[in-house]
């Protein structure tokens, strides 16, 4: 059965379109690769590690803040159900 379909007439025009699509691939890859400016790659792969470096700096400064606060929203939080609880006692 494999057989009778891989022998079919129009097999043939199959393989031989797919062949000339590697073909055209590999030419689009290679011009590609050819046009391709290093020198700007190199300088936008420095940008990104440079921006990741600032990122990280900047997730430090964060972190400390965002502790603070939560802390202070604690405190408020408590300060306002103390003041709630003590009127109801009144």
């Excluded at 079919?8 to 691939?25: A, P, S």
């Excluded at 936008?44 to 600032?54: V, Y």
């Amino acid at each position: 059965m494999v057989l009778v379909d891989y022998s079919r007439e129009w097999k043939k025009y199959q393989r031989d379109f797919v062949r000339l699509q590697i073909q055209k691939t590999t030419g689009d890859l290679q011009q590609v690769n050819q046009s391709l400016d290093r020198t700007k790659l190199t300088q936008l792969d420095e940008q990104l590690k440079q921006s990741g470096a600032q990122q990280q700096q900047n997730e430090a400064q964060i972190e400390p803040k965002t502790k603070k606060r939560s802390t202070i929203s604690t405190r408020k939080l408590y300060a306002v159900t103390s003041e709630a609880v003590m009127l109801q006692l009144r």
